[in-house]
């Protein structure tokens, strides 16, 4: 297992940026796959980007292709979430997860079975 705690959500306006960060403790961060996901209000959960354990293979959601960059940095048991061209349509929490699976080309929620509490991202237009 691995505890994951998500930072960097808040109020950003329309076309803005924000970093999230995932700090992982526990055991070893380079042997498991990270994802991040959203939820809006009365969405399911869905799965905006993700990395393999070794960082060979990302995922990105369609709709933030482009604008999203995953990375990781093993050294320092983190994970990080590049958000750019900030739309309002990309207001959610925000939540963090780990697995020592494969990652699967869409990766899902019931693929992770460690979880972050969430951040709050609000993009105002």
């Known amino acids: 297992q691995v505890h994951l705690v998500e930072s960097g959500g808040g109020l950003v306006q329309a076309g803005g940026s924000l970093r999230l960060s995932c700090l992982a403790s526990g055991r070893a961060f380079g042997n498991f796959a990270v994802g991040w996901f959203r939820q809006a209000p009365t969405k399911e959960r869905e799965c905006v980007a993700a990395i393999s354990w070794a960082g060979g293979t990302t995922y990105y959601a369609d709709s933030v292709k482009g604008r999203f960059t995953i990375s990781r940095d093993d050294a320092k048991s983190s994970a990080y979430l590049q958000m750019n061209d900030l739309r309002p349509e990309d207001t959610a929490v925000y939540y963090c997860?780990?697995?020592?699976?494969?990652?699967?080309?869409?990766?899902?929620?019931?693929?992770?079975?460690?979880w972050g509490q969430g951040t709050q991202v609000t993009v105002s237009s």
């Open positions: 997860a780990a697995d020592m699976s494969f990652l699967r080309p869409v990766p899902q929620s019931a693929d992770f079975g460690n």
